[in-house]
């Protein structure tokens, strides 16, 4: 079944918090607080767009709902409600600060049907945390992740690469104790800098050096490997664009793409392939066949996995759209050897190759 998601932005409102990166007004491209008849309105507005069968879901993101004073969480909570019971929303959805989660408020969210609820962890270095100015210890994310999961409401975790003082070792330190914490999803986002934020001054005193975009597909194609072996849902890579997510525009810094994800995933059928070539020594020619949709990652942004072997090794690339399931590719060397693999495996072995 299809997924929708109806997003409502709550910027910043009652966050008493100033993360080193954060600038919530510009992040969510919506600078007013929403009320609940707006919020009323954008899900009206929304649910004739989405097909009859959909699983649809209310996602109130942007600032950190649990710490918006009670009263008005739950004048958006019941709106939320209302159509949950009417049978028209499957899902309530919040993204929230992992010191702002208790019993009590678990209880309370759960009194209005709220089903999965997001923190927004960025890094479990104790480090990174303190360089951010998250203002909240590893300990607050543990305990917050373990009363999510046995209320019984769905755990998701939000991860960055990239903050002050991180390092790739850390990021991937990281995505291990997130798997430790079982999630149902996770999100992964590169360490823009945005306006008007302190990343910005740390940025223009020279104090901060923003991952490359090289470097961040480098880690971010690590992170994913683990979070694939082990099964969880990898819901978000990279920020989506907005008219304010652009370099130049609300971004002044950090390795910005639009197809963030499609670089990364490329990058990781590049390194499947050369580890072939390697194994299998006198290639000249690799023969990739797979459903279409997979054709643009197989090539590489800009070509770039068709140079990269070609540059190298002399190696021809061809690729053929083919009737196979997206997770499926037939890999033919020298159009003698032939390599039928799934995703999944092809994770595994990426997992061994990339040392994990
Ligand atoms: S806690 Fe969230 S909303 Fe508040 S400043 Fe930090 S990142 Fe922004």
């Given at each position: 079944m299809k997924k929708r998601i109806i997003p409502i932005f709550v910027p910043h409102r009652g966050c008493p918090h100033d993360c080193i990166f954060c600038n919530q007004k510009k992040i969510t491209g919506v600078s007013t607080d929403v009320t609940s008849e707006e919020a009323r309105n954008i899900i009206e507005e929304y649910l004739p767009t989405i097909p009859k069968d959909a699983n649809v879901e209310i996602a109130f993101f942007g600032g950190s709902f649990t710490a918006i004073d009670e009263k008005t969480q739950n004048e958006l909570l019941s709106v939320a409600k209302e159509y949950v019971d009417k049978g028209l929303v499957s899902d309530i959805r919040m993204s929230t600060r992992?010191?702002?989660?208790s019993i009590d408020i678990l209880n309370r969210l759960k009194e209005y049907k709220s089903s999965i609820i997001e923190l927004g962890v960025q890094s479990l270095d104790a480090k990174v945390l303190h360089d951010s100015a998250r203002?909240?210890?590893?300990e607050s994310v543990i305990n917050s992740a373990h009363l999510i999961k046995d209320s019984g409401i769905k755990l998701g975790l939000q991860m960055m690469v990239g903050l002050p003082s991180d390092t790739e070792e850390k990021c991937i330190e990281t995505a291990k104790k997130f798997i430790e914490l079982d999630p149902h999803c996770v999100r992964i986002y590169p360490t823009l800098v945005v306006k008007d934020t302190g990343l910005e001054t740390l940025l223009n005193r020279g104090e901060y050096t923003p991952f490359t975009l090289k470097e961040s597909i480098q880690i971010v194609k690590k992170l994913l490997v683990l979070f694939y072996v082990n099964n969880i849902n990898v819901i978000r890579v990279g920020l989506q664009a907005t008219e304010d997510i652009q370099l130049g525009k609300g971004i002044v810094d950090g390795p910005y793409h639009p197809a963030f994800r499609e670089l990364v995933e490329g990058e990781m059928i590049k390194d499947y392939l050369h580890y072939l070539v390697i194994q299998n020594k006198t290639v000249s020619q690799i023969e990739i066949k797979t459903n279409n949709k997979n054709i643009s990652k197989v090539v590489g942004n800009k070509r770039s996995n068709k140079v990269f072997f070609k540059d190298n090794f002399n190696i021809n690339m061809k690729t053929t759209p083919i009737n196979l399931s997206e997770d499926e590719f037939i890999i033919v060397l020298d159009n003698n050897k032939e390599i039928n693999i799934k995703s999944e495996d092809m994770y595994k072995e990426l997992f061994n190759i990339y040392s994990l």
């Open positions: 992992p010191d702002c989660i203002g909240h210890d590893i």
